[in-house]
């Protein structure tokens, strides 16, 4: 069996869930599954590359977004074969998930996985083309919000939310919270990661506009969650009219 260190958490989730015993190390993000019994490596930006290195792992799975290029040329400068991934968008997400899994890990491509593209493609066929504007933000001190070519935009875009900064220069531009408020959006889209939006915190900077709290894990993780995710992301906005 093949030793994997994942310093993704999505990715953590998605080799756990499929083959258990695979992992030996993953980040002190990866949060997913809540039993993963792992060696523990550091975070996504700080890594501990001699303790990963340590772990003699076969491949090191990682994200062009999420890691940090020095510390990926430092384990492959200790001899580790480190695969970057890059996820713009759902269908990009699909494919990276299959190179992964079934290239990298050498595994047979789960039932998870088809399960997550049928679920998208009926959201696909359900469309009905009625659109509602927001933004979405990220972060708060300072207020970023999602930008241009993002998974996330994306996953809100086939559901109906058109992202009022969409077409930034920025993929994850930071706004005055005075210029989001006056927007024009009619929804505002809070999830609960990267910053830790919750009713009491965040809604209240916007006040007399609808406000989606989502499960960040449902709109920025690219795992076993996509299956749950079109209905678990649709009711949130169903919720905020």
Known sequence: MRRVVSLVPSLTE?????????????????????DLAVERVGGTKNPDTARIAALAPDLVIANEEENREPDLAALRAAGLDVWVTEVRGLEQAFSELHRVLVDGCGLARPDWLDAAERAWRQVAADATGQRRSAVVPVWRRPWMVLGRDTFAGDLLTRLGVHQLYADHAERYPRVPL?????SGADLVVLPDEPYRFTADDGPEAFPGLPAALVSGRHLTWYGPSLAQAPAVLAEALRRAR
Do not use: K, N
């Open 14 to 34: 998605a080799v756990a869930v499929t083959a258990p015993g695979l992992l030996v190390g993953a980040t002190d993000w990866c949060s997913h599954p809540a």
């Open 178 to 182: 005075e210029e989001l408020r006056a």
